[in-house]
Each structure stands twice: as structure tokens, then as C-alpha cells.
């Protein structure tokens, strides 16, 4: 599983599922590669508009879940100015 921040501002991430959960901090336009995360089920991920954990019990405003996770599969956040 592969997190890309194709914005212009670092990010915050978290990644969970059944067997556990991870997070930290992405820089702009960076890729961080997590191969552990392949072939996983229900994988959540999200991503705030911040360099740093988002308190707790917060919703993360760019989320998603991965139903069946696969090798080289990429999670993007990024913006579209018109």
C-alpha cells in the first residue's frame, strides 16, 4: 500500500484495520511506501489537512476504505484548484 500527498502542505495519516493500526506524517508531493499493509481487508485511511495527530474522537475529513488491499496499490490526497 502506497500513501501519496499530492497537495502542497504536509499531511497527517493513519492507516488501521484488524491486525492493527499506523500513522505519522507525510511531506508534500512525497510517497511513503507500506508493503506490510498489502493483501489486508477493510483497510481505513485517512488523511488531515495538518503535520500532526488531529485530537482524539476526531472524524478524518479526507477518509477512505480499501475493501481488499493489493501489492502496489496507492492511496492519493490531493487538490484541484480551477
Same mark, same amino acid.
Given at each position: 500500500m502506497k500513501l501519496f500527498n499530492n497537495t502542497p502542505n504536509d499531511a497527517y495519516w493513519n492507516m488501521s484495520a484488524a491486525? *492493527? +493500526? +499506523?500513522? *505519522?506524517?507525510i511531506a508534500a508531493k512525497e510517497t511513503l511506501d507500506f508493503p506490510e499493509w498489502d493483501n489486508q481487508q477493510n483497510v481505513q485511511v485517512g488523511f488531515y489537512a495538518a503535520g500532526k495527530a488531529p485530537p482524539p474522537g476526531e472524524t478524518a @475529513?479526507? +477518509?477512505?476504505?480499501? @475493501?481488499?488491499s493489493g501489492t502496489g496499490m496507492a492511496v492519493t490526497i490531493g487538490l484541484y484548484q480551477e
Amino acid at each position: 500500500m502506497k500513501l501519496f500527498n499530492n497537495t502542497p502542505n504536509d499531511a497527517y495519516w493513519n492507516m488501521s484495520a484488524a491486525n *492493527g +493500526s +499506523s500513522c *505519522g506524517s507525510i511531506a508534500a508531493k512525497e510517497t511513503l511506501d507500506f508493503p506490510e499493509w498489502d493483501n489486508q481487508q477493510n483497510v481505513q485511511v485517512g488523511f488531515y489537512a495538518a503535520g500532526k495527530a488531529p485530537p482524539p474522537g476526531e472524524t478524518a @475529513p479526507f +477518509s477512505v476504505t480499501i @475493501p481488499q488491499s493489493g501489492t502496489g496499490m496507492a492511496v492519493t490526497i490531493g487538490l484541484y484548484q480551477e
